[in-house]
């Protein structure tokens, strides 16, 4: 079973930066198209940012401009640069394949506040 580890968030100001990196188990990570989404308190699990196979990106209209996908096929990683951070961004984020099949990681709190 392939097991997503997410890491990288914590307390931030309006304004600063997190960069979140997902480790995945899997021997055929590279190629997987990836995603990086969030669920915020009492709101549905989105998606944020995709990357695929092929290092193609896309962006949620809310993040783009400020955060960035990447991924390491060696390592078996996709990393969140997450840029001018808002309050609205506060959720749990999690890593999955684009189209989530694989079992949900434990997720990373970004909490965004002054």
């Known amino acids: 079973q392939v097991q997503l580890v997410e890491s990288g968030g914590g307390l931030v100001q309006p304004g600063g930066s997190l960069r979140l990196s997902c480790a995945a188990s899997a021997t055929a990570f590279r190629f997987y198209n990836m995603g990086w989404f969030r669920q915020a308190p009492g709101k549905q699990r989105e998606l944020v940012a995709g990357i695929t196979s092929g290092g193609s990106t896309s962006y949620a209209d809310s993040v783009k401009g400020r955060f960035t996908i990447s991924r390491d096929n060696t390592k078996k990683t996709v990393d969140l640069q997450m840029n001018n951070l808002k309050p609205e961004d506060t959720a749990v984020y999690y890593c999955?394949?684009?189209?989530?099949?694989?079992?949900w990681g434990q997720g990373t709190q970004v909490t965004v506040s002054s």
């Open positions: 999955n394949t684009r189209t989530p099949v694989l079992t």
